[in-house]
């Protein structure tokens, strides 16, 4: 065998190892990317099992129970009253029926309707959803700022200065929202007069209750990426800059930064789904518009359809949104296949 076909046999070899390489991380990438999906499905179908099953638990006779509920007074009703109820809701049908007919329905986008408002579910909740959305997606990008400014300044500095980064992120990530909600409304509001007691959809309105949001979703996320921001800082990578001239803040912020984030960019989907169940509270506090209202009406006045329609949405968000950050991650570091 010649010089030359030699090499072109290893070159052969080489490209067919790697060509079984690349297909065995597509197989594994293809493998957790059906995992998630299935999680998610099981997610979603047990929040709509539980909804389902939260709406049997009307003490005494369920026909009776929402005739009351949609009249305001608690008493013994009649067949005939009771009929219309019975046909709308489908009530004569075996409990099973029931169920299959209200998945059915959720596949179709149909949360129910009202108690109350007589109305379609999904209506109700569409009129509050953007600004719920509003805030929720202010309060993730606001908690990222604060979280990168923190990590920057405190990560891999003198020993002092990083136990204090990290005390401060522990702190802040334990602090209950509707805690927080409430002091920043007392100092900021109410003392200093700087922002609106009762929240609008105003700018000035939204800062307080996104800063509500953000400060303990920083702390949790400047936990995740501090570790590997100080990792990072320890790579070959970071002297070489240090090497050709470039300052410790341009390092941290176009070089350390990138590869310390991953960690964070994995919990945004979690992030999504918490922080919107916080917004609930949130808008309750400083009296915003949102599905918060809306849901705290809804139990005050028992329209059990409206509430379990706004978990099943929550629920919905929150794992499409983890599915869409575990694609993405794959995507962007094909090293994470397991």
Do not use: K
């Not at 700087?194 to 800062?207: C, K, R, S």
Request: proline share 4%; aromatic share 6%; glycine share 10%.
């Amino acid at each position: 065998m010649t010089l030359t076909s030699f090499s072109e046999t290893i070159a052969d070899d080489a490209r067919a190892d790697e060509s079984r390489a690349r297909g065995t991380r597509t197989r594994r990438r293809a493998t957790r990317i059906l995992g998630s999906l299935v999680s998610a499905v099981v997610v979603l179908w047990g929040a709509a099992t539980a909804a389902f099953l939260a709406q049997l638990a009307l003490p005494g006779d369920r026909a009776t129970a929402i005739l009351n509920i949609r009249t305001g007074q608690a008493q013994q009703r009649t067949a005939e009253e009771l009929a219309p109820i019975i046909q709308q809701y489908g009530l004569h049908d075996p409990v099973i029926v029931q169920y299959l007919g209200y998945l059915g329905g959720l596949l179709r986008g149909d949360l129910g309707t009202s108690y109350q408002q007589f109305r379609p579910v999904w209506n109700i909740i569409s009129e509050q959803l953007g600004a719920t959305l509003v805030l929720t997606l202010s309060g993730i990008a606001l908690a990222w700022v604060l979280m990168t400014v923190w990590v920057v300044l405190t990560a891999g500095r003198a020993p002092r200065i990083r136990a204090l980064g990290s005390a401060v992120d522990t702190a802040v990530a334990g602090m209950p929202p509707y805690w927080l909600g409430i002091l920043l409304l007392l100092v900021f509001a109410l003392q200093l007069r700087w922002f609106p007691v009762m929240g609008g959809t105003g700018i000035a309105g939204l800062v307080l209750p996104a800063l509500t949001l953000a400060i303990p979703l920083a702390g949790f996320m400047g936990q995740a990426t501090r570790t590997e921001f100080e990792r990072a800082l320890e790579q070959p990578f970071v002297l070489s800059a240090r090497m050709r001239g470039m300052g410790d803040l341009a390092i941290r912020l176009r070089h350390v930064l990138r590869h310390a984030s991953i960690p964070a960019i994995t919990l945004t989907g979690w992030a999504l789904g918490a922080t919107i169940s916080g917004a609930v509270i949130v808008e309750s506090i400083f009296s915003r518009p949102g599905i918060g209202d809306t849901l705290v009406t809804a139990v005050s006045t028992q329209d059990l359809p409206v509430v379990t329609g706004i978990v099943v949405l929550v629920a919905l968000i929150y794992v499409v949104a983890n599915v869409l950050v575990d694609i993405a991650y794959s995507l962007i570091d094909p090293r994470i296949t397991t």
